[in-house]
């Protein structure tokens, strides 16, 4: 029977939609599962092959638990706002609402093609005012929040404010941006304006001045994660590092439970590692160093406070304050071009760049507390104002950057253990701290001179104890126009946020979307953008007067913003009220499977880990996590094209011939290539791109032969295979079931299309199973054991391999098993109804088509997944190869139940061994039971 896969997945996938076949109630009668992908963002470009990758396991997952008896929930959503569609929207006027529509009509309608069992009534967009009403709202729940130390947990904002009334700062456990220290009384007769002042030093939310990544070409501040080799991720523009006053969000006030969460998740172990690495807990003490001949004191933050004997200069970060008051003038030109130099760099390639050192002197020096040498200070991009406190004492003998840095200007490096070792030759992971110079320390283990050593600092009331972590504040600013406002206004140059019932604060329309002339961002170009305090509404920005109208935050929220909490809204996705309702919070909890890429390790992961936290410590929802289960999936590769362009000319040489030219290596479009051959269409290349018209060619054989490589899949290497066209050929089955059996989810794997057409032959044996010629034909005959034995299995492998997620073996399963269904003629209907069952997850259109044949008048989605019956498996025969001398002569087929001394007495008496014997009696018997008997004679 011919197997019309385009008619079949056109029929059921209207069948779902109008059925509402996979919407999820919220009832509590079952148990709930709750299955999620990453957030995607809707490109222009749509889908290629690889996006799929995640959604197709996911999805597998949700169906198998749906045929498992819970209530799944499995959404869908866009974080539709990002820079992507501003910067289009710059080049072409075209608003960012009307390309992000769009784009979002596409990716939809490419994953409906694809056959996923998404709840679509409970879609959410991130640049929808419904939605982002509530990022709005979660951040003025942070603004008015604090972190008590002492309960480790945010709390109102009102409890400190009380606190401060009772006892100033008094006994007050915080984290905080700068230590104050104020009574109750200096409290009370503080100003309205001193008291917000004051208070913005504690909230979550809060607005300091940052360095930050200022991209001009852009005209906004990018995240480390958007900066590559200092420019923009985006078209390559140049980044600086830049202070500017932003909002931020205080989650280093959560970094020893984001910390100490990891070990409650089942997460790969690599990504905890670059959560672990990079909130970056560290303990030691600070401590104070004076500076000469001027009234600042340095602090630095030290894990190895005993090895200060051996400091012999200090280093601070570039953008340290410090370094304007300390740098002499004869020093000060250096100084300032090292600045500039070092402002082009993120604190990302800072952080990596390990060994290309470099600084400048300022000219003064620091004393050693404990050896009153002078230390000469320098300034360096090592050193990071975000780490500690952007300065270190510098030990050339126990760290490498500064020995890099000592042997490069020719400072004094001090042998700080007890050894003959030339210092250059020593390890820098030394756990010995002995010092040469100080009979302090000698004789004591490393945690025996640290601990004297925090201790003396102490004594001496030169610093503390303490413990620091790596991880800063999260710069919550966008100088963007496609992002979701911020609910702030400005009275007296104090923020403070708009009543929730005024929410949402809408994205006003302007007339550009670049920055205005005085460099405000492009919110600065709306006409109706400011807040009406008495009224309580959006007014005119000339109606400004600073008395009743006051001008409202201009920039916006980053990407980050709507991504760190969708999850939440998916579980009550309508709700006026609130963000969901406190039950169905509760009821859904925590997402049980999240699949997508290890690149948000310490992006998007972290910032939605701390605002479920946050939302936690603030009674909102009561799971401590978001995601109890992460899975990374690999990329799927593109197999590139390349033609070799012969240099200062339009000539083109086939690949063979490349090494007698002088070339340039170009990507080229695959789908110039003919057919699945490495062969390029000259013809079709010439019109590809106007600057190709002209092209020649020098062949081999009478052909030009590109060069092939794997890479990422991208529309910029032209490498990318769209999915539209895999289900138009081979159907959106085979291409589910082809994306999973390429390899182990978790791994990268090279796409070829070539390789579908033994999925897509799998399909179509399975189909056949079905019908005998034309008709379809099934018996409802009791199955035989053999028959049993197949379909039971497959039932054991398969579970075993979903509950695990290795995807890709249950594909090989399931084509073993239809190929041994096939050849025992198999039509029965308990082996066929329960297949379709065991197969619907991963190729769910034909499954359902043959469903219906079967006669059912339901969708298969929630019938229930097959159990498995270990007495099938079990063997009643078993066919012994017997093997004289190591030659196997013959088979002899034996009961299953027989003790191996009755195999062999049975074997021995067998006629046929009988007659190999001749009347010799074996030297030795050896039977292996259930596998093979072997005879020596």
């Known amino acids: 029977m011919f197997y019309d896969h385009q008619q079949i997945e056109k029929k059921w996938q209207k069948y779902w939609e109008e059925k509402q076949t996979y919407k999820t109630f919220d009832t509590t009668d079952k148990p709930k599962f709750y299955v999620l992908d990453m957030f995607p963002y809707p490109s222009g470009a749509g889908l290629h092959v690889g996006h799929p990758l995640g959604y197709i396991a996911s999805d597998i997952y949700a169906r198998y638990k749906r045929h498992q008896g819970f209530n799944v929930l499995h959404p869908v959503g866009y974080d539709s706002f990002g820079l992507p569609a501003e910067q289009y929207a710059i080049q072409t006027g075209q608003h960012p609402a009307i390309t992000t529509e769009q784009n979002i009509t596409r990716y939809e309608e490419q994953l409906r093609k694809i056959g996923f069992s998404f709840d679509w009534s409970r879609e959410v967009r991130t640049s929808d005012a419904s939605y982002y009403k509530w990022t709005q709202w979660i951040f003025i729940q942070l603004f008015h929040s604090w972190y008590n130390k002492s309960t480790d947990k945010a709390e109102s904002i009102e409890t400190l404010i009380q606190h401060f009334e009772e006892k100033g ?5 915080a984290n905080q941006n700068e230590e104050l220290d104020f009574t109750a009384e200096e409290w009370k007769n503080a100003s309205d304006l001193d008291k917000e002042d004051i208070l913005l030093n504690y909230r979550l939310a809060y607005r300091a001045e940052t360095t930050v990544n200022w991209c001009p070409a852009l005209g906004t501040v990018l995240a480390n994660d958007e900066v590559k080799d200092g420019k923009s991720e985006r078209g390559g523009f140049p980044v600086y590092q830049k202070k500017m006053m932003q ?42 160093f004076n500076v000469e001949n001027h009234n600042e004191i340095i602090e630095v933050f030290t894990t190895r406070p005993d090895t200060i004997f051996g400091a012999t200069f200090m280093v601070l970060a570039p953008e340290n304050p410090l370094v304007d008051a300390i740098t002499t003038a004869d020093q000060k030109v ?16 800072r952080m990596s760049d390990v060994k290309n050192v470099s600084g400048a002197f300022t000219g003064s020096y620091a004393v050693n507390p404990f050896s ?9 991009d090592y050193v990071l104002m975000g780490y500690g406190t952007g300065a270190v004492m510098a030990v050339p003998a126990h760290d490498e950057r500064d020995h890099r840095f000592a042997k490069k200007f020719n400072l004094e490096i001090k042998k700080v253990v007890e050894t003959d070792e030339d210092v250059q030759e020593k390890s820098f992971d030394s756990k010995t701290s002995v010092c040469v110079n100080s009979d302090f320390l000698n004789g004591l283990s490393y945690d025996e001179a640290k601990a004297k050593m925090i201790a003396e600092i102490e004594n001496r009331h030169i610093g503390h104890g303490t413990t620091n972590y790596r991880q800063r504040d999260a710069i919550f600013s966008r100088q963007r126009y496609w992002g979701e406002p911020v609910p702030i206004y400005y009275k007296d140059g104090m923020p403070y946020t708009l009543p929730a019932s005024s929410l949402p604060l809408e994205l006003p329309e302007v007339e550009k979307y670049l920055p205005t002339e005085d460099g405000d961002p492009p919110l600065g170009n709306a006409k109706s953008f400011a807040w009406d305090e008495a009224n309580q509404k959006v007014v005119a920005t000339d109606l400004i007067d600073e008395v009743t109208v006051f001008p409202l935050e201009l920039s916006t929220m980053p990407g980050w913003a709507g991504s760190s909490w969708y999850f939440l809204r998916y579980m009550d996705p309508h709700n006026e009220e609130g963000f969901a309702k406190k039950e169905l919070s509760d009821y859904w909890g925590q997402v049980d499977l999240y699949i997508g890429g290890s690149e948000h390790a310490t992006g998007h992961l972290l910032y939605s880990r701390f605002w479920n936290m946050f939302l936690k410590d603030r009674g909102y929802i009561n799971q401590d996590e978001p995601f109890q289960k992460l899975i990374n999936q690999g ?32 990507h080229v479009d695959v789908s110039l290539l003919k057919g699945t051959s490495d062969e ?23 052909k030009y032969i590109t060069d092939r490589e794997v890479e990422k899949m991208s529309k910029s290497k ?13 159907g959106a089955d085979g291409l589910r079931l082809y994306e999973m059996f390429l390899g182990p989810l978790e791994q990268s794997k090279p796409w070829n299309t070539q390789g579908l057409s033994g999925v897509y032959g799998f399909l179509k044996k399975f189909w056949n199973l079905y019908f005998n010629g034309d008709v379809f034909e099934v ?24 509950e695990n997620f290795s995807f890709n073996t249950s594909v090989s399963s399931f084509m073993i098993a239809v190929n041994e269904l096939q050849k025992i003629k198999c039509n029965k209907r308990n082996i066929l109804e329960p297949l379709a069952v065991i197969i619907s997850p991963y190729a769910p259109h034909i499954c359902e088509e043959l469903w219906s044949l079967l006669g059912h008048d339901t969708s298969i989605e929630f019938e229930k997944f097959p159990e498995l019956v270990e007495a099938f498996l079990i063997e009643d025969e078993i066919e012994y190869p017997v093997s004289v001398n190591g030659k196997m002569r013959f088979k002899l087929s034996l009961s299953a139940q027989l003790s191996p001394k009755e195999v062999e007495d049975l074997v021995i008496s067998d006629p046929k061994m009988q007659q190999i014997l001749e009347g010799k009696t074996p030297k030795k018997i050896i039977v292996v039971p259930h596998r093979i008997v072997n005879i020596v004679i």
């Not at 032209?718 to 081979?730: L, M, R």
């Not at 018996?779 to 379909?791: F, G, H, I, R």
């Open 334 to 349: 250096e100084v300032d071009t090292y600045i500039e130099e070092t402002s082009k760099k993120t604190e990302r390639d």
């Open 718 to 730: 032209y490498n990318v295979v769209n999915p539209d066209d895999i289900c138009e050929e081979y």
């Open 680 to 702: 390029l269409d000259t013809e079709a290349f010439k019109q590809w791109r106007p600057d190709y018209t002209d092209a020649e060619f020098i062949l081999e054989d009478g």
């Open 635 to 666: 990329m799927i590769l593109g197999m590139s094209a390349f033609v070799y362009r012969v240099e200062g000319t339009n000539q083109y040489v086939s690949k063979a011939l490349a090494n007698q030219y002088k070339t340039q290596k170009i």
């Open 169 to 173: 700062t008094q006994g007050l456990n």
């Open 372 to 380: 009153n040498e002078k230390m000469p200070i320098y300034i360096s």
């Open 779 to 802: 018996s409802d005959e009791e199955p035989t054991k053999a028959e049993y034995k197949v379909l039971h299995t497959l039932i054991k492998k398969v579970v075993f391999d979903i």
């Open 247 to 288: 909002w931020s969000m205080r989650i280093s006030a959560y970094s020893e439970r984001l910390l100490q969460g990891l070990n409650t998740l089942d997460w790969p172990q690599p990504l905890k590692d670059s959560q672990e690495y990079w909130i970056g807990k560290s303990q030691g003490a600070q401590v104070q």
